[in-house]
């Protein structure tokens, strides 16, 4: 309702006190949304046998907690394929076996 309100009086050229909170103008691209989008291609293009159930990126090995994790989601999993995290819904049992 604000950025309404703001928009409004931005083509009515009045002035606004609320006109700081939105900005139509503003850009959505952020350097950390680049890095994320060039690791998430990247995994895609790995050749790896372990794959992510949730979109199928490739999950890479966490030696620190050992787990398998997903660079594109967030997704883990144990060592065995048991799922630990989300967004992931199920085990890579099949995959791993």
């Known amino acids: 309702m604000v950025s ?5 009086d931005m ?29 998430a291609v990247s ?13 199928g990126c490739a999950l890479k090995w966490n030696k620190a907690e050992h787990s398998w994790d997903c660079p594109c989601h967030g997704s883990r999993f144990e060592s065995d ?5 989300n967004p992931a819904t199920g085990d890579l049992k099949k995959q791993i076996e």
């Open 81 to 85: 394929g048991t799922l630990i995290d």
């Open 11 to 39: 083509v009515t050229e009045r002035t606004n006190e609320y006109a700081d909170v939105f900005n139509p103008s503003r850009s959505i691209l952020k350097p950390q949304l680049l890095v994320n989008g060039f690791q």
């Open 43 to 55: 995994s895609w293009l790995t050749i790896s046998e372990k794959r992510c159930p949730h979109l």
């Open 4 to 8: 309404a309100m703001i928009l409004s």
